[in-house]
Structure formats: C-alpha cells, structure tokens
C-alpha cells in the first residue's frame, strides 16, 4: 500500500516519487483471511516496486535467524517445514511463496488460480480495511517528519489487529484446536514447534537463505497444492 506524502521534503521528491506521480511511503504487509496483520513494514520510498520493498524487508528475519517456530505440513504426501505466503505474479519463485501460474490453460491450473486468486484477494482487504477504518492513513499525510508518520502507521496497525481480536472473539471464524498439535481430531498433521536452537553462525543463516529461494521446492509445493484443490473440489 502506498501512502501519499504530501509534504515530502523537496529533496527527497525524487526518492519518494515517480515522474510525475505525487510521493509516497510504501506500507509492506502480511495478513490472514480475518483481516489480521502479521507483519508490517513501513517506510520504503514510493519509487521501489514490490521486489526492491521485499529485499529490504525483515519479513523472513525469523526464519533466517532461527527464531521463528517450526512449522511442519503435509500436501499430497510431501512433508513441507516452512509456511508459505500467497503472492502475485511479480514474486521470486522461493519455496515460501505460491504464486498464480501464468495462462492456466489445464482445468486443474485453472481452478488452483481461482482459489488462490480469491484467498489472495480476501487477504488484500486489509488494506482496505485498515484505511476505511482510519482517515488519517487514507488521506495524504500533512506531516514532515518521517518518523512521526511511521508511528501513525504503526499505531492504526496496533488498533486494527485491536479491532479484528476483539470482533474474533465475540465471534470466533475458526476452530482454534485446528491451529493446536495433531488437529481438532487428533489426526492432523500441522504442528507449530518453537525454535530449539539458534544458527550459531553464518553458514547456517546462509543455508537458511538457500532453502528460503529454492525454486524446485517452490515448484513443487506448487504442483502439489494443484493436486489438492483438484482432489477436493476438481470434477
């Protein structure tokens, strides 16, 4: 999402604009389908598209630094440790995301792009959630100070998840004991394990950023997340 600076420092309209176009400040932002924010990044210049934004994001930190909890999933028999993200096609074929495939001629590809199309979409709400709910992140920020903008941003994002706990709890969207170890069945195979240890070095944050941009994983995960949709609702 991109946020309109209005009074952007005359020095800096280049960094922050585009041409002619008018600056602005780029929020970076993972949600859930219940409209909750993950994570958030907010200050890139207007100028940078979602690639150069994502290399200077500290989405996948955690992972990188063995801080983030360990997460293990089964899909069409392939055993898979790390959680994936829903993107557009602008992304980098890594193992943490899945993307649209381009020109889906088979009927499996076609369905598997309309439900990942329609999942990525609900996601995308957020943003439009988050400036519904809050003018002053709709309308150009009147401000010069960058750092006063960042805590507006970040003070909307704490009221918003605020907003969205509250709503789930006077109405819960889902069976939490799903999210719990072994399912709501006993039977499930998603389990989320905290980190037992750190990298203790570079190599290990190095091999950590190799499996991160595995394309065969990326590929793979792909082809059976296609398989999965067309078993479940495919005719």
């Known amino acids: 999402m991109h946020w309109e600076w209005k009074n952007c420092p005359t020095e800096w309209k280049g960094q ?6 008018k600056p602005t400040i780029v929020l970076e932002a993972v949600a859930s389908y219940d409209l909750w924010i993950w994570h958030a990044f907010f200050g890139p210049p207007g100028t940078l598209n979602d690639i150069n934004v994502l290399h200077r994001s500290p989405v996948f930190d955690d992972i990188l630094e063995g801080r983030a909890p360990k997460v293990s999933f089964s899909v069409n028999g392939h055993r898979y440790k790390k959680a994936y993200y829903l993107t557009d ?5 890594w193992s943490t995301f ?12 076609k369905l598997f792009c309309a439900h990942q199309s329609f999942a990525r979409k609900e996601v995308e709400r ?11 992140v709709k309308n150009p920020s009147l401000t010069m100070d960058k750092q006063k903008i960042g805590n507006i941003m970040k003070a909307c994002i ?3 998840n605020m907003i969205v706990e509250d709503e789930r709890d006077a109405e819960t969207q889902y069976n939490e004991t799903e999210f719990q170890q072994g399912g709501a069945d006993g039977s499930g195979s998603s389990q989320v394990h905290p980190p037992d240890r750190l990298p203790s070095n570079v190599h290990n944050i190095m091999a950590n950023r190799a499996d991160i941009r595995d394309q065969q994983k990326h590929h793979q995960l792909k082809a059976d997340l296609v398989e999965h949709i067309w078993n479940k609702f495919g005719s």
């Open 98 to 109: 899945v993307k649209p495939i381009p020109q889906p001629g088979e009927p499996k590809a």
């Open 158 to 160: 704490i009221l918003h």
């Open 126 to 136: 957020a943003f439009g959630v988050l400036q519904a709910r809050f003018a002053i």
């Open 16 to 21: 922050y604009a585009r041409g002619h176009a």
């Open 89 to 93: 096609g602008i992304y980098p074929e």
